[in-house]
C-alpha cells in the first residue's frame, strides 16, 4: 500500500500539472483579450492637425485638418467629394465660387466675402482659405454654407463623421456593457467601449460577430449577443443656404441654327439673301466678333439692322465670338481667362454689345483651350452666363466631339449653367490630318452625341452638322485636301464622271479616281448622307441641329431639316 501511495500522488499531480496547462490554455483561447489598440494607427494620424475622415461608414484616405482651431478641408477633398466649382485665381489672390445667380469672391486668406451681383460683404470672422505647405485649404462650415452636407468633429484622437446626402440607416442598441473591438475575435484589440443602452450603426452582421459604427465614429466589432432592438434610422443632411437651383433659357421646340460667316458688317438684306432657299431656321448664328487681344478686347462686324431683320423673321440671334480669327496674332487665352479683372471686363463688355448689337443670345466658339487654361475657361463660362441669364440672353457654347485630348473643356461644368452645348460634328478627317476620310462619318457623329449625352441632358444638346466635304488628294506619302460645298463636290464627280456609290462604314457616297498619279477621294455630305444624320439625331432626342455653314448647302438639305423640325 505504501508503494501504491506516491504512484497515485504523483499520477495526481500529473493530472493537476496537465489540467492546470488545459485550462490555461483554453482560458487563453477564450477570454477577453485585455490590449487596447493604439488609436493614432487605428485612424491613420500622421500628425496633430490631422482629422481623419470617416465619410458615411467608411474611413477614406482624406484628411481634414485643424488650423488655429478652425477645421478645413484641402482643395483636392472638396473637388473630390463636394464640388468642383471653387475657382482659385493665382494672380488676383482671389478665391470665387459662383452660384446659378451670382458669384461670391473672398480674397484669399481672409475672411470677408463679397456677393459680385449685389456687393454685400459678409465678415465670417475666421480666415475662409488658407495656406499650409503650400496647399490650400478651405474652411468647411464656408463650404457647407455653400455646397450642404452634415459633419461632426470628435477629439482625442481627432477624427471627423461626414455625411453627404440624406440616407437610411440600420442601428441597433446594446444589450449589455462591452468592447467595441478592431476585428472580430475576442483578442482583438479594443478601440472602445459602449454600456448597455447606446445605439450603433450596423454596418455588417456575421455569425457571431457585427461590424459596427459607434455615436463617436469607432467603427468596428461587437458579438452578436450584445446587440438588440434592430430598427431604421434616417441621416438629414444639413440643406445649404445658397440656391443652386439652375434655370434654363432653353426653347420648348427644336432649334435649327445656322452659323452665318460674314467678315464685314452686313445688313438684313445680306441675311434675307442668305437665307433665302433655307428653311425652318429659327436661329442665325452671325460670326460677329473675335478676340484680338489678351486684355479681352475684341473686333466686331455687327449691324442692328441684321438682328432687327431677323426678328422680323421670327428668327433669333445668337451673335457669335471666336478666339481665332486670320489677322489675329499672339494671343493667349491662358493670359486673358486667369485673371478675373480680365474675364469681368470682358464679359461686361461682351453682354453690354450684345445687347446693343440686338442679339438673343452668345455662341461661344473658344478652339485653342490648353489644359492650363481649362479651369479659368470654365469658370469664364460660369461667369458669362450668370451675366447673360441676367439680361435674357440665351448662351450656348460650341465644343468638339469628346475625344481624350478635349476631355479638359468639361462639358458637364459647362453644362450646369449654360443653356445649350452645341457639338461640333465635323473634322473627323481635318486639313492635316495624316490620312484621307470623311469630315463626319455617321458612327462617328453618333458617338459624339452619346458621350455628350453622358455630361449634358439631350434636352440641351445640339448637333452641328457640316454643310461641307473635302476633296482628299494622295500622292505618294503626300496627303493634302480641299474644303468643298456640297454642290463643288457633285461636280467633281461629274467632271471625272464619276458615279459615288453608298459606303456602309461611313454611312456616305463614296468616290475616288486615280489620275496624274494621283488618287482623288472625297467622301459625300449630301442628301442620302443628311437623311441618316437626322435620323440618329432624332432618336437621341435631341435639342436640335446646328449648321456649319450657312451657303454651302444645295437647296434639298433644307427640305430633309423642315422634315426633321416637324418631327
Known amino acids: 500500500m505504501k508503494k501504491v501511495i506516491p504512484v497515485v ?20 483561447k477564450y477570454s477577453y483579450g485585455q490590449d487596447w489598440a493604439d488609436l493614432n494607427e487605428y485612424f491613420e494620424i500622421f500628425g496633430i492637425d490631422d482629422v481623419p475622415i470617416i465619410l458615411n461608414n467608411e474611413r477614406i484616405d482624406k484628411s481634414a485638418r485643424i488650423i488655429d482651431g478652425v477645421y478645413y478641408f484641402d482643395q483636392d477633398t472638396v473637388e473630390t467629394y463636394f464640388t468642383e466649382r471653387f475657382y482659385v485665381d493665382t494672380n488676383e489672390e482671389l478665391l470665387l465660387y459662383s452660384t446659378p445667380e451670382t458669384t461670391l469672391e473672398t480674397v484669399l486668406e481672409s475672411g470677408k466675402v463679397t456677393d459680385v451681383l449685389s456687393g454685400e460683404v459678409k465678415d465670417y470672422n475666421y480666415p475662409i482659405s488658407v495656406y499650409k ?11 457647407k454654407n455653400i455646397v450642404g452636407f452634415s459633419y461632426e468633429p470628435f477629439v ?7 455625411y453627404l446626402e440624406d440616407s437610411d440607416i440600420t442601428v441597433a442598441k446594446i444589450k449589455s456593457d462591452t468592447q467595441v473591438r478592431w476585428r472580430g475575435g475576442v483578442k482583438s484589440e479594443i478601440l472602445t467601449e459602449v454600456s448597455q ?12 460577430w457585427t461590424k459596427v459604427k459607434t455615436s463617436d465614429c469607432y467603427i468596428g466589432y461587437v458579438e452578436n449577443s450584445k446587440l438588440t432592438s434592430e430598427t431604421t434610422d434616417r441621416i438629414v443632411i444639413d440643406k445649404c443656404t445658397y440656391s443652386e437651383d439652375f434655370s434654363y433659357l432653353t426653347r420648348d421646340y427644336k432649334i435649327n441654327m445656322t452659323w452665318h460667316n460674314i467678315e464685314y458688317p452686313q445688313d438684313g438684306y445680306g441675311l434675307i439673301e442668305a437665307l433665302a432657299t433655307a428653311k425652318a431656321v429659327n436661329v442665325v448664328s452671325p460670326t460677329w466678333y473675335w478676340i484680338t487681344d489678351n486684355e479681352g478686347n475684341f473686333s466686331s462686324v455687327a449691324n442692328p439692322n441684321y438682328a432687327k431683320t431677323a426678328h422680323d423673321m421670327d428668327i433669333e440671334v445668337w451673335a457669335l465670338i471666336s478666339d481665332f480669327h486670320s489677322g489675329v ?12 479683372s480680365k ?3 470682358f464679359v461686361d463688355n461682351l453682354v453690354n454689345t450684345l445687347i446693343n448689337d440686338g442679339a438673343d443670345g452668345v455662341n461661344i466658339d473658344f478652339e485653342n483651350i490648353s489644359k492650363a487654361c481649362a479651369p479659368h475657361y470654365v469658370q469664364f463660362i460660369r461667369e458669362l452666363t450668370i451675366a447673360c441669364h441676367a439680361n435674357n440672353l440665351v448662351v450656348s457654347v460650341d465644343n468638339f466631339v469628346p475625344t481624350e485630348y478635349t476631355a479638359h473643356y468639361n462639358r458637364h461644368s459647362q453644362g450646369e449653367f449654360v443653356d445649350y452645348i452645341v457639338i461640333m460634328g465635323y473634322d473627323e478627317h481635318y486639313k492635316g490630318s495624316a490620312e484621307a476620310g470623311s469630315v463626319s462619318s455617321i458612327p462617328w457623329m453618333q458617338d459624339g452625341i452619346e458621350n455628350t449625352l453622358k455630361y449634358v441632358p439631350k434636352e440641351r444638346v445640339i448637333n452641328a452638322v457640316p454643310f461641307y466635304t473635302r476633296v482628299w488628294m494622295t500622292d505618294g506619302g503626300d496627303v493634302t485636301s480641299e474644303a468643298v460645298t456640297m454642290a463643288t463636290s457633285q461636280d467633281f464627280l461629274s467632271r471625272n464622271g464619276l458615279t459615288a456609290q453608298w459606303n456602309e462604314a461611313t454611312y456616305q457616297n463614296y468616290a475616288e479616281i486615280s489620275t496624274g498619279g494621283i488618287l482623288y477621294q472625297v467622301w459625300l455630305e449630301d442628301a442620302d448622307s443628311m437623311e441618316v444624320r437626322l435620323n440618329v439625331m432624332e432618336a437621341a432626342g435631341i435639342a436640335g441641329i446646328a449648321s456649319w455653314k450657312l451657303g454651302q448647302e444645295t437647296p434639298d438639305i433644307w427640305d430633309l431639316i423642315e422634315g426633321y423640325m416637324s418631327r
Open 329 to 340: 496674332e499672339g494671343l493667349d487665352m491662358n493670359e486673358l481667362l486667369s485673371y478675373t
Open 156 to 162: 482625442e484622437p481627432n477624427r471627423m463623421q461626414l
Open 9 to 28: 500522488v504523483a499520477i495526481a499531480l500529473i493530472l493537476i500539472v496537465f489540467g492546470m496547462s488545459f485550462g490555461k490554455t483554453v482560458y487563453e
Open 343 to 345: 474675364r469681368r471686363a
Open 197 to 208: 443602452g447606446d445605439v450603433v450603426t450596423v454596418i455588417e452582421a456575421m455569425d457571431d
Open 133 to 143: 505647405d503650400d496647399t490650400l485649404y478651405i474652411a468647411i462650415e464656408y463650404i
